[in-house]
């Protein structure tokens, strides 16, 4: 198992780093069985069934309380962001299966409060996403695309070439319950569902706590 100090060091060099088995196999299979009941217990504004939630405390508060206490997770993020961490989100989305299209890439972008990079100057994130597939990722029902240091690299990307493979791209396969933590500003993709199965995915935005008291997000209130 790495050490902190050496996720940290991966985070700040690629952009990300990935925890094996962060949730256990019992709270990866409770989490994936309660998609179904919270469908018919979520009401919709127009009454169709949800495919995305975003008030998971709300709804199953025991099973997220124990993802969103995990001690390491909390103290890498501290190591990320700093002590001043909160919770911006926390979601569970099921992905239905998808046809063949012309290409498996769902869009390369950076995650909200990204900024664009300076080459090779690292940043603290302002904001990162930890993410968590409830099954093995696998070509057919869409690994993870990242392409590594684009958190450090001035690249742009017309709209066109966000939805190809890059050739820089690092495809990642996930098991059940690793996490994957992703600096905002770094370049990422998920893949389409191409298997006959759905596919969940719960994942924690955290953020440094000034941006939800900020209107203008400039920063900090000076002391």
Not at 181 to 196: A, D, E, Q, R, Y
Request: hydrophobic residues 35%.
């Amino acid at each position: 198992m790495k050490t902190l100090e050496e996720h940290l060091q991966e985070f700040k060099r690629d952009g990300s780093t990935l925890f094996p088995k962060m949730l256990d196999d019992e709270w990866v299979g409770k989490m994936r069985d309660a998609f179904e009941d919270l469908a018919d217990r979520v009401p919709t504004v127009d009454g169709s069934r949800p495919s995305t939630f975003v008030d998971m405390l709300e709804h199953e508060p025991e099973l997220v309380l124990s993802a969103i206490s995990n001690e390491r997770l909390l103290d890498f993020a501290e190591m990320i962001v700093g002590p001043h961490v909160q919770i911006e989100s926390i979601t569970y989305r099921r992905t239905a299966p998808a046809r063949q299209g012309e290409s498996p890439v769902l869009g390369f972008h950076r995650d909200m409060f990204a900024f664009f990079p300076e080459d090779d100057v690292y940043h603290r994130p302002l904001l990162f996403n930890s993410l968590s597939y409830l099954q093995d990722l696998t070509d057919e029902n869409g690994p993870l695309r990242i392409i590594p240091g684009s958190h450090m690299r001035a690249m742009q990307m017309t709209q066109a070439e966000t939805k190809q493979p890059h050739p820089e791209e690092v495809i990642l396969y996930p098991q059940a319950g690793d996490v994957a933590v992703f600096h905002c500003s770094m370049l990422h993709s998920g893949t389409i569902n191409l298997s006959s199965e759905y596919r969940y995915l719960f994942f924690l935005t955290l953020n440094h706590s000034w941006l939800k008291h900020r209107a203008n997000f400039q920063g900090p209130i000076s002391q």
